[in-house]
Nanobody, 118 residues
Framework: QVQLVESGGGLVQAGGSLRLSCAASGRIFSINAMGWYRQAPGKQRELVAAITSGGSTNYADSVKGRFTISRDNAKNTVYLQMNSLKPEDTAVYYC????????????WGQGTQVTVSS
């Protein structure tokens, strides 16, 4: 089992910045990749950014150049630095961890609200 606890959401004006954190615990040695997803009201959950255990990153086109995902292995924590925020970035952001051993298992955090005002 992997447990994920997010923090860092809040209300910010357009153009501002926020940093989300996701602390992992449990069987963290089995995590292959971690990422951030978001879900806005009435929309499907979408991938925002991901980082593999090897450090490779992947971003949604809508956030490239504005968001940066990083990880601190010593703290078992993944971060999402969000700059130049736009109202369309408003959503609940979820931390995700992928464990792929015999089968692929996705673990999710409880979500943190990010609201960007215009």
């Amino acid at each position: 089992q992997v447990q994920l606890v997010e923090s860092g959401g809040g209300l910010v004006q357009a153009g501002g910045s926020l940093r989300l954190s996701c602390a992992a615990s449990g069987r963290i040695f089995s995590i292959n990749a971690m990422g951030w997803y978001r879900q806005a009201p009435g929309k499907q959950r979408e991938l925002v950014a991901a980082i593999t255990s090897g450090g490779s990153t992947n971003y949604a086109d809508s956030v490239k150049g504005r968001f940066t995902i990083s990880r601190d292995n010593a703290k078992n924590t993944v971060y999402l630095q969000m700059n130049s925020l736009k109202p369309e970035d408003t959503a609940v952001y979820y931390c995700n961890a992928v464990v792929a051993v015999v089968a692929i298992i996705n673990y999710w955090g409880q979500g943190t609200q990010v609201t960007v005002s215009s």
